[in-house]
């Protein structure tokens, strides 16, 4: 797909950095996350800030030409949408077995290449999220990826989607159906501006620590 235009900054982007938003029947400024609905469409970069600048100003009037107004909680309503995207994918990549569960699960799947991204529960303890942060920066040490980590969800929210109980830590397989829901998770922390913790971009830990 081609390059949009954000209507609040006015720059040019891919598609999949913008969210997409179109006038509904009733003269609401609805969003289309699968760039699908009929009708014009505007742009706005995919972050909370710029939806919530184009909402206070009513910047979609004049780019969709008509008469429309956004919702009072614009903002809250993409968060979630996306929020729900993101943890529907995951429960359908724990049916097609591109999750693990569990600190030990987690930990062996950094260590042995299978993870592609790790969830934290924000109720994680700094122990488990300690011992599983060891684990990816010794894999980068090793020439490894860099296997990003995410902390976006409460337990409640990861156990109910995940179809378990007490979800604190998760590992997402690089298979189709976790790379499609970590593409979904990347973009809600990107929306919230919670970006995903990298070890390439941190130093590494002791000797202890990557042990």
């Known amino acids: 797909m081609n390059d949009r235009k954000c209507i609040v900054s006015r720059e040019a982007r891919p598609a999949e950095d913008l969210i997409r938003f179109v006038a509904g029947p009733d003269g609401m400024v ?17 972050d909370r ?15 969709l030409k008509t008469s429309v107004r956004p919702p009072d909680n614009l903002g809250a309503l993409v968060d979630e949408l996306l929020s729900k995207a993101a943890l529907g994918s995951l429960g359908l990549a724990r049916k097609a077995g591109a999750v693990a569960l569990g600190a030990a699960k987690v930990e062996a799947s950094v260590r042995s290449g299978k993870a592609y991204g ?45 179809g378990a109980t007490n979800v604190i830590h998760a590992a997402v397989f690089g298979r189709d159906a976790g790379k499609a829901a970590l593409k979904r998770v990347n973009a809600l922390g990107t929306f919230r501006g919670e970006s995903a913790d990298k070890p390439a971009a941190v130093a590494l830990g002791t000797a202890e620590d990557v042990e």
Not at 30 to 46: F, Q
Not at 49 to 63: G, I, M, Q, S, T
Not at 126 to 149: E, F, L, Y
């Open 118 to 162: 790790v969830l934290h529960a924000r109720e994680g303890s700094h122990d488990g999220v300690r011992k599983i942060t060891a684990a990816r920066r010794a894999v980068v040490h090793m020439g490894g990826p860099a296997i990003p980590a995410y902390k976006l969800f409460s337990e409640e929210e990861m156990s109910l989607a995940l």
């Open 30 to 46: 609805v969003p289309d996350l699968k760039r699908n609905l009929p009708g014009r469409g505007c742009w706005v970069t995919a």
């Open 49 to 63: 800030a710029h939806v919530d600048k184009a909402a206070e100003k009513n910047l979609f009037a004049r780019a």
